[in-house]
């Protein structure tokens, strides 16, 4: 007999990640005894299942116990397993605020990417998917706002490769785009804070007024990217509070 807890925990050890919509994925959300087991299967290697209705995918992470055991096991706290440096990580922690917290905004207001932001009965409607929601950010407006500070083109052209690679973002021509695990792998509840009301704010209320602009002129909005494939966190690849 096939045992569907193994295949999924199997599944996404080996692809990393997998959309909400999948059939097994679905019944791990939806049925209580399937998920049980589950999360006392992945508790026990010290994993769990990681989602939220806001991203469209589902990964595995590295519960907080044992993340002082990974990655303080070496004489320096490691705060990620991807080999991210600083500015790298950096990078993660901008597009992340460029590019999620907006689509949360759209999605808690039930809105997509091309509603009108003056819909009356937005939240009478389900709530949309990132997928629907999500506007990547220009590559140019992020080298000129944020280059200086993260290491330049050259830099910065190489560790976008490697977030892509990673599937934090995905890249469309000049479009930088939400990828599977970006808003699975920071911690909102603590990020959103530091963020808003911290060294990005002025930037990203800037940023908030040029969509402002950009939205009130359909054809210059980025279409909504399909993505191909958070307290810290990701298996088998991790980040580590410190990304906070």
Not at 17 to 36: G, I, N, Q, Y
Request: charged share 25%.
């Amino acid at each position: 007999m096939n045992d569907d807890a193994q295949i999924l925990i199997a599944r996404l050890l080996a692809q990393q990640t997998l959309l909400r919509k999948d059939k097994l994925v679905t019944r791990a959300l939806s049925d209580e005894h399937f998920r049980t087991e589950i999360d006392s299967r992945l508790a026990a290697c010290g994993m769990k299942l990681v989602d939220n209705v806001y991203a469209d995918h589902v990964t595995l992470a590295l519960v907080r116990e044992v993340e002082p055991k990974v990655f303080g096991a070496r004489e320096t706290w490691q705060n990620n397993n991807f080999g991210l440096a600083r500015d790298g990580v950096a990078m993660l922690v901008v597009l992340w605020a460029l590019i999620i917290l907006p689509k949360r905004e759209r999605q808690a207001a039930h809105q997509s990417a091309k509603d009108d932001q003056n819909d009356m009965f937005g939240t009478e409607k389900p709530l949309p998917s990132a997928e629907d929601t999500s506007i990547g950010v220009s590559y140019r407006a992020l080298l000129a706002d944020f280059g200086d500070k993260l290491g330049k083109k050259t830099r910065m052209d190489m560790n976008l490769g490697q977030l892509a690679r990673f599937g934090f973002i995905e890249r469309r021509g000049d479009v930088i785009a939400e990828g599977p695990l970006l808003d699975l792998l920071m911690d909102t509840d603590v990020l959103k804070e530091r963020i808003v009301n911290g060294a990005l704010h002025d930037i990203l209320r800037e940023e908030r007024a040029q969509a402002v602009l950009l939205e009130l002129k359909p054809n210059t909005v980025p279409t909504p990217l399909r993505p191909a494939p958070p307290a810290a966190v990701i298996t088998p690849v991790a980040t580590s509070s410190d990304t906070e």
